[in-house]
């Protein structure tokens, strides 16, 4: 039990697995289409994305000043880099999971341009949110943190004018998460 419990990957694997066999189990009824699949990696996905993002603001940030200075570096340099791993792409697979959906479902023009009827406006709100979301991680957090965590070279300057860049960017996400959330349940279009 603790081999298997203590082999991330193979639990993930164990768990796509029965994925698959639910798929299967329950297509005709529940079609065992693109758009199945899609709707599940990009729930699977924004999960993985909004989770880590309310790690960082309800539990990291909030915790850090009260770290002893002599453990901090535990979190800066190992647990933060794996934090901005799994953040940043589940943000790009959440995008491109929410796009796909949106092309085959034949309404991404209509969403992005809020041509469609209440719903797809709705998902086009949240959509666009999303995408500023998006952009904020790949264009002002991670950027900031490369410098902040020392991934990259930085003067002390740089990094004190990249702390309150990242904070800021990464509320502005924790604010629009909750719109953004809202229209991605409540539109049901597909
Ligand atoms: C953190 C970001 C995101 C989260 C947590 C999220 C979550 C969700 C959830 C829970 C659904 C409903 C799934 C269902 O009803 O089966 C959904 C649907 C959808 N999302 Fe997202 N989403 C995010 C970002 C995006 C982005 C960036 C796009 C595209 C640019 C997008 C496009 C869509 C589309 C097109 C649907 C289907 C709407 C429907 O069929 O009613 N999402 N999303």
Same mark, same amino acid.
């Given at each position: 039990?603790?081999?298997?419990?203590?082999?991330? !990957?193979?639990?993930?694997?164990?768990?796509?697995?029965?994925?698959?066999? *639910?798929?299967?189990?329950?297509?005709?009824?529940?079609? +065992?289409?693109?758009?199945? *699949?899609? !709707? =599940?990696? !990009?729930?699977?996905?924004?999960?993985? =994305?909004?989770?880590?993002?309310?790690?960082?603001?309800?539990?990291?940030?909030?915790?850090?000043? %009260?770290?002893? *200075?002599?453990? %901090?570096?535990?979190?800066?340099?190992?647990?933060?880099?794996?934090?901005?791993?799994?953040?940043? =792409?589940?943000? +790009?697979?959440?995008?491109?999971?929410?796009?796909?959906?949106? &092309?085959?479902?034949?309404?991404?023009? $209509?969403?992005?341009?809020?041509?469609?009827?209440?719903?797809?406006?709705? &998902?086009? +709100?949240?959509?666009?949110?999303?995408?500023?979301?998006?952009?904020?991680?790949?264009?002002?957090?991670?950027?900031?943190?490369?410098?902040?965590?020392?991934?990259? $070279?930085?003067?002390? $300057?740089?990094?004190?004018?990249?702390?309150?860049?990242?904070?800021?960017?990464?509320? @502005?996400? +924790?604010?629009?998460?909750?719109?953004?959330?809202?229209?991605?349940?409540?539109?049901?279009? @597909?």
């Amino acid at each position: 039990m603790a081999k298997f419990f203590g082999n991330l !990957h193979l639990v993930l694997a164990v768990g796509l697995v029965l994925a698959i066999a *639910v798929m299967f189990a329950f297509s005709p009824d529940a079609p +065992l289409d693109a758009n199945a *699949v899609l !709707h =599940w990696l !990009h729930v699977f996905f924004g999960i993985l =994305w909004i989770g880590l993002l309310y790690y960082l603001n309800f539990v990291q940030v909030p915790t850090m000043p %009260k770290v002893p *200075v002599e453990l %901090k570096a535990g979190v800066t340099g190992y647990i933060a880099p794996r934090v901005f791993f799994f953040f940043r =792409w589940s943000a +790009l697979l959440t995008v491109l999971t929410g796009l796909a959906i949106a &092309i085959l479902g034949h309404f991404a023009h $209509e969403a992005f341009t809020f041509t469609g009827g209440s719903r797809v406006k709705m &998902i086009g +709100l949240g959509m666009w949110l999303a995408l500023i979301m998006a952009a904020n991680v790949w264009f002002i957090i991670w950027p900031a943190q490369k410098k902040i965590l020392g991934i990259i $070279e930085a003067t002390a $300057e740089e990094k004190a004018a990249a702390a309150p860049r990242a904070l800021f960017a990464s509320r @502005t996400n +924790l604010l629009l998460s909750l719109p953004m959330l809202y229209c991605m349940v409540s539109a049901n279009i @597909t």
